[in-house]
């Protein structure tokens, strides 16, 4: 499936995410380089689908963009220099969990992607086949962040569209 299909299964799937006042805070904190976590979370949910697709893996495809939308669900700037933001990889998904389930029904394989995401980070192994997708579309797209401020056309489309959702 090309990448103009994966923006329109992502917005069918995460349009009330994409509006959330939580997404909003998203867009004006950076993760890596660049990026903001609202661009990284879209950027590691087309890697998902990708992924998936590509390889051929069944998935609960409504779940797993739902998850990968929310594994950064955070709300805050860990750049800033405090003591909590110092060991942010270790916490950052029991508190993006917290958040998501403040506002967000989530299912099992939603909550299984978001506390295991920083698998090998934080020890306990992810469970479902969705949250090990989530975790190597993490590392794939944080690297391209953080080494190559590589952006994708795509992360823009999505980026539009979730504004018009």
């Given at each position: 499936?090309?990448?103009i ?6 917005i ?17 904190c ?10 990284h979370s ?12 590509k390889?051929r ?16 669900y ?8 405090t ?17 998501a ?14 506390r ?28 391209y ?7 994708q ?5 999505i ?7």
């Open positions: 499936m090309d990448k299909r994966y923006h329109s299964v992502i069918k799937h995460g349009a009330d995410i994409l509006r959330s006042e939580g997404m909003e805070i998203e867009k004006k950076i993760q890596h380089g660049s990026f903001s976590v609202y661009d879209l950027f590691v949910t087309s890697m998902c689908l990708r992924i998936s697709r390889l893996i069944r998935v609960n495809e409504k779940a797993m963009i739902r998850g990968a939308l929310l594994h950064d955070f709300l805050y700037d860990w750049h800033e220099p003591k909590a933001n110092r060991i942010h990889g270790f916490t950052h998904p029991v508190i993006a969990l917290r958040n389930e403040k506002v967000f029904h989530l299912g099992k394989i939603e909550k299984n992607m978001i295991r995401h920083m698998f090998p980070l934080t020890p306990i192994p992810p469970r479902y086949r969705e949250s090990v997708i989530l975790c190597v579309a993490d590392k794939i797209c944080a690297t962040e953080t080494v190559g401020g590589f952006k056309k795509l992360v823009k489309r980026r539009r569209a979730g504004t018009n959702a």
